[in-house]
């Protein structure tokens, strides 16, 4: 594919205000109404539930969430509790990622990690307590008057975020810094780590409405490993205060990603391509994916 500027509309769209800022706040009231006050014995336990949900999260993937809904026509309490079930999950994730035993970080989001500002058990219950509660939300008929759907995005938060997915991914990230791992090795982790919950993002709006997902599916696969490529080359030439996490960590743990192999330029275009490629897939929507497409080209333009 040649190397072409992402088309569309004006540059201004990859700006993170412009596309996140008010998907993010509708998912933010709603994580507030789901997660559990910080009371009783097991308070300290809630709080850091809640410490790590608010700590400055750009909501990617929830907001992902809500302009696949709209794709379709589904706005509402639907869309936002799905929403707000995934970020769960991805806020669960990073508490363990960031432990002593597997990424060892004491920095996320320019805030101390949970484990740094609880301690390691307190992360861990919290993490787990997150993931537990992003599937009662899932399985609650507030979501969805359907039993079907309700099941259907339980297998698929499962599938993209369990042992075939996401912590495979993980897994394999960890024997990274111990084996050599070609490109497609590289992009299987990359699918599996990030990707499986950018596609589980993109295919909600589908299974909510209960429309085909091939091409939601496609879409959040393409754009899962622009946005993987993207925070590499963010890894190697990126500002840790931008960041809000150290950089060079990747290189540091001798990990192997598409940006050593390929280099920083070649890694850059094939960033680009894959955007591109995403913003294709959506072809068949019309203006009405306009908010996905844009998030697209965020995902290669983004400084942080």
Request: hydrophobic share 45%; aromatic share 4%; with cysteine.
């Amino acid at each position: 594919m040649p190397n072409r500027s992402l088309p569309g509309r004006s540059e201004a769209v990859v700006s993170l205000p412009d596309i996140l800022e008010s998907g993010a706040r509708s998912v933010d009231l709603t994580l507030e109404r789901l997660l559990p006050q910080a009371s009783g014995p097991e308070g300290r336990f809630h709080e850091a539930m809640r410490y790590a949900v608010f700590n400055g999260g750009k909501r990617l993937r929830p907001v992902l969430v809500t302009l696949s809904a709209a794709v379709f026509g589904i706005t509402g309490i639907s869309a936002l509790r799905t929403a707000a079930a995934v970020e769960m999950i991805h806020c669960y994730s990073l508490i363990h990622d960031d432990l002593p035993a597997l990424d060892n970080d004491d920095l996320r989001r320019g805030q101390p990690t949970c484990h740094q500002a609880f301690d390691e058990a307190t992360a861990i219950l919290a993490g787990d307590g997150l993931q537990s509660l992003a599937f009662e939300v899932l399985a609650d008929p507030a979501t969805h008057e359907d039993a079907d759907v309700r099941i259907g995005l339980v297998s698929a938060l499962a599938s993209a975020s369990g042992c075939t997915g996401m912590i495979a991914g993980q897994a394999i990230d960890m024997a990274a810094e111990h084996m050599a791992i070609d490109p497609p090795g590289i992009r299987r982790l990359q699918a599996l780590k990030t990707g499986g919950l950018f596609v589980f993002s993109t295919r909600a709006g589908a299974i909510l409405a209960k429309a085909d997902e091939a091409s939601m599916i496609a879409f959040g696969r393409d754009l899962g490993t622009a946005f993987q490529i993207t925070d590499d080359i963010l890894d190697v030439e990126g500002n840790p205060e931008a960041l809000g996490k150290a950089t060079g960590k990747d290189a540091a743990a001798g990990k192997a990603t598409l940006v050593q192999v390929l280099g920083l330029e070649a890694a850059r275009r094939k960033a680009v391509e894959l955007s591109e490629r995403a913003i294709d897939a959506l072809e068949t929507f019309g203006e009405a994916a306009d908010g996905l497409r844009d998030m697209a080209r965020f995902a290669v333009h983004r400084r942080a």
